[in-house]
């Protein structure tokens, strides 16, 4: 069974940087691209940033120049490094993977969700 597992959410004040991580486990024959999502409440999910396989990348314009996406392939794991972190930054941030499992079908799968607070 394939799991999205994220680490690195929490409560930071304005200005400050968070590092998320999400690695991928299970039985996986093949990980194209990797995302961050985020959701505040009352909104809907919204794409934060992804990088491909091959280490392309793309970020919401909102946040391509404070947030950096980087993937591990060998560890099946991609981090966002965020910084100068806003209130409005505030969500649940979910791990996405483009993904085949061994002996089935690509998909789509998602991570359980970290809460990112920005605060004073």
């Known amino acids: 069974q394939v799991q999205l597992v994220e680490s690195g959410g929490g409560l930071v004040q304005p200005g400050g940087s968070l590092r998320l991580s999400c690695a991928a486990s299970?039985?996986?024959?093949?990980?194209?691209?990797m995302g961050w999502y985020r959701q505040a409440p009352g909104k809907q999910r919204e794409l934060v940033a992804g990088?491909?396989?091959?280490?392309?990348?793309n970020y919401a314009d909102s946040m391509k120049d404070r947030f950096t996406i980087s993937r591990d392939n060998a560890r099946n794991t991609v981090y966002l490094q965020m910084n100068s972190l806003k209130p409005e930054d505030t969500a649940v941030y979910y791990c996405n993977a483009d993904l085949v499992p061994d002996r089935g079908f690509r998909n789509d799968y998602w991570g359980q969700g970290t809460q990112v607070t920005v605060s004073s």
């Open positions: 990088i491909t396989n091959g280490g392309s990348t």
């Open positions: 299970g039985r996986i024959f093949s990980i194209y691209a």
